[in-house]
């Protein structure tokens, strides 16, 4: 397997792949790489759902702007965030959790103190508006550990965030509002040679300098 490092540096946008199937066991490393991804509060918003169905995969397809490859692809993930998990009622399990768990030692302190966990349940709940940049934002740090934990694993994966509806998502599965559509990843074999790298930014252009 690659190291991170690696991985990092292998990993490009496939967007075609060979026919083979992806053994089982593979998805299930890429979905706990996902699993152990980082988030604020330990909130841990992100579900997948993993397609194998070829009609399925079609219908997919079409809801992705007709992309080729999605359906082509022997294994898709569709990417969710969960919005029910930044309820009161959520956090206040996974506060439990830190403490039960022996890890609050290790931890800022803060959630050990009851005045700050009485100050955290007075704020006013935030709105769906106001939840989805960290839904999202958290949602996309397991979905990249995912995708390079395939790239580690000698597959090819595409991050996909182009729909039309993205709640089309949420229809084809029957899934309820809380669940917010955050990518598609379809997963196989490359087929052909490695792909050169994609251009980037030099170190300097994402390098900010003080204005003051
Ligand atoms: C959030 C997100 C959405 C993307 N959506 C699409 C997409 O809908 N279709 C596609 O072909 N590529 C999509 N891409 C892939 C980018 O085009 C690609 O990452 C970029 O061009 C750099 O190429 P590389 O991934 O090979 O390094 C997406 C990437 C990200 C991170």
């Not at 083979?20 to 790489?33: C, N, T």
């Not at 395939?150 to 809380?178: H, I, K, P, Q």
Request: aromatic share 8%; net charge neutral; glycine share 6%.
């Amino acid at each position: 397997m690659l190291t991170v490092w690696e991985a990092i540096k292998m990993r490009r946008s496939i967007r075609k792949f060979a026919p083979d199937d992806v053994p089982g066991e593979m998805i299930e490393q890429m979905l706990e790489a996902a699993r152990l991804a980082p988030s604020a509060s330990n909130r841990q918003p992100w579900r997948f759902l993993v397609v194998r169905d070829k009609e399925v995969r079609k219908e997919l397809r079409h809801i992705c702007l007709n992309q080729q490859f999605i359906e082509e692809a022997p294994v898709v993930i569709v990417c969710f965030g969960d919005l029910e998990q930044y309820s009161r009622a959520a956090g206040r399990k996974r506060r439990k959790e830190f403490m039960n768990s022996g890890v609050a030692s290790t931890m800022s302190g803060r959630f050990a103190d009851p005045k700050y966990v009485t100050y955290l349940d007075s704020l006013p709940a935030p709105s769906r508006e106001e939840l989805l940049t960290p839904l999202i934002a958290n949602t996309f740090i397991a979905i990249e550990h995912l995708v390079l934990m395939a790239t580690a694993l000698g597959l090819g994966t595409c991050w996909v965030g182009g729909f039309s509806d993205a709640y089309e998502l949420n229809r084809l599965f029957g899934l309820a509002g809380n669940l917010v559509p955050a990518a598609v990843i379809p997963v196989g074999y490359p087929a052909g040679e490695l792909l050169p790298q994609r251009p980037r930014l030099d170190l300097e252009e994402i390098l900010l300098k003080p204005q003051a």
